[in-house]
Nanobody, 120 residues
Framework: QVQLRESGPGLVKPSQTLSLICTVS??????????WSWIRQSPGKGLEWMGD???????YYRPSLKSRTSISRDTSKNQFALQLSSVTPEDTAVYYC????????????WGQGTQVTVSS
């Protein structure tokens, strides 16, 4: 069974970079045809897809966040990471990693989420 867990700092200062890691167990991040996504949730916007990295290593980003977002992976550790630069308080949210499949998309497995607050 696939399990995902987010980790990283819970507090980030404005203008700095938010960095999170998702550790995956029970399945390989290189298995076709899954992709691995970052999704965040805030009271003002609800669930917001940020981007993902496919099993092949290809990345895709939400257009409004593309200039600030970088998703990478470490296949030896079965982990993928999120970096969001130049953060503001509007980036405060619960951040989730999830396994995606297909064009729907399907998100069958989610991490528990981690609260990240942007504040000085």
């Amino acid at each position: 069974q696939v399990q995902l867990r987010e980790s990283g700092p819970g507090l980030v200062k404005p203008s700095q970079t938010l960095s999170l890691i998702c550790t995956v167990s029970g399945g390989s991040i290189t298995t076709a045809y899954y992709y691995w996504s970052w999704i965040r949730q805030s009271p003002g916007k609800g669930l917001e897809w940020m981007g993902d990295i496919a099993y092949s290593g290809s990345t895709y980003y939400r257009p409004s966040l593309k200039s600030r977002t970088s998703i990478s992976r470490d296949t030896s550790k079965n982990q993928f990471a999120l970096q969001l630069s130049s953060v503001t308080p509007e980036d405060t949210a619960v951040y989730y990693c999830a396994q995606g499949y297909g064009l729907g998309p399907r998100y069958d497995y989610w991490g528990q989420g981690t609260q990240v607050t942007v504040s000085s």
